[in-house]
C-alpha cells in the first residue's frame, strides 16, 4: 500500500513564523504535489516537483517554498506565515507523469495561524 | 479555463437511501474523471476512473457514470451507510503536458440513522 505521511496533523502558529511541513511517501513515486484546501474553494496547487532538485509553481505559489532533496521528501516552506494562509494542506504523490496513475493523498495538516 | 463544479453543495440523508451526486467539468482535453471520497480530517481516496471512453465503473455500492459528449459525470450510492459521510470529490485530468488536476468543490454527503 501507499503511503503519504505528513508531520504534523495539526499546527499553531504565529504571524511572521516560518513554517515548515513535511511530506513523505514510501513507493518511489517521482511525482510529488503540495495542495490547499479551503472550504468552497476545493483543493488549490501550491507547488509541484517532477523528480528530485525539481519544482514547479501551481496555481498558488506567492507566499510558499518547496524543497525536494529526496526523492521520497517534499518540503513546503512558509517562509513568514499569514493569517490567510490558515488552511488544510494536502501532500500527494504519484508514480510518473501519466494521467491515469492517481495521486496518492497524506492525511493532511491543519495549519492556523495566530 | 478548466473548471470542475459539483451540486449539491451538501446533502442529508437517511441511512439505507439512495443518493446521486453531480460533477460538469469544462476540461479539455479531457484525460480522465475520478471520484475521490474524503473522510473528516482525512486526505481524499480514490473510488472510480474513468476515460473518455467508459460511461459506466462500480465500486462496490457506488457506481459512477460519464457522460464525454455534456462532460457531465454522477456518482450513485446505494444503501448509504452512516460510513458513506464525507466530502466526495470530483477530480478532472487533462490530457497535456503535466496531466494536471482540476478539482470540484466537493459534495459534502450525511448520512443519519
Known amino acids: 500500500d501507499v503511503k503519504v505521511t505528513q508531520s504534523s496533523r495539526y499546527l499553531v502558529k504565529r504571524t511572521g513564523e516560518k513554517v515548515f511541513l513535511e511530506c513523505v511517501q514510501d513507493?518511489?513515486?517521482?511525482?510529488m504535489f503540495w495542495y490547499r484546501q479551503d472550504p468552497g474553494l476545493g483543493l488549490r496547487l501550491i507547488y509541484f516537483?517532477?523528480?528530485?532538485?525539481?519544482?514547479e509553481k501551481g496555481d498558488i505559489p506567492e507566499g510558499y517554498s518547496v524543497s525536494r532533496e529526496k526523492k521520497e521528501r517534499f518540503s513546503l516552506i512558509l517562509e513568514s506565515a499569514s493569517t490567510n494562509q490558515t488552511s488544510m494542506y494536502l501532500c500527494?504523490?504519484?508514480?510518473?507523469?501519466?494521467?491515469?496513475?492517481?495521486?496518492?493523498f497524506g492525511p493532511g495538516t491543519r495549519l492556523t495561524v495566530l | 479555463k478548466n473548471q470542475v463544479e459539483q451540486s449539491p453543495q451538501s446533502l442529508i440523508i437517511l441511512e439505507g437511501k439512495n443518493c446521486t451526486l453531480q460533477?460538469?467539468?469544462?476540461?479539455?482535453?479531457?484525460?480522465?474523471l475520478r471520484w475521490y471520497k474524503q473522510d473528516t480530517g482525512r486526505g481524499p481516496v480514490s473510488l472510480t476512473i474513468?476515460?473518455?471512453?467508459?460511461n459506466t465503473k462500480s465500486n462496490g455500492r457506488y457506481t459512477a457514470t460519464l457522460d464525454a459528449d455534456t462532460k457531465q459525470s454522477s456518482l450513485h450510492i446505494t444503501a448509504s451507510q452512516l460510513s458513506d459521510s464525507a466530502s466526495y470529490i470530483c477530480?478532472?485530468?487533462?490530457?497535456?503536458?503535466?496531466?494536471?488536476?482540476?478539482f470540484g468543490g466537493g459534495t459534502r454527503l450525511m448520512v443519519k440513522p
Open positions: 460533477c460538469n467539468y469544462t476540461v479539455s482535453p479531457f484525460s480522465n
Open positions: 500527494a504523490s504519484r508514480m510518473r507523469l501519466a494521467g491515469y496513475n492517481e495521486q496518492f
Open positions: 477530480v478532472v485530468s487533462a490530457n497535456n503536458a503535466g496531466n494536471m488536476l482540476t
Open positions: 474513468m476515460t473518455f471512453s467508459e
Open positions: 513507493m518511489d513515486h517521482e511525482n
Open positions: 516537483s517532477y523528480d528530485v532538485k525539481m519544482k
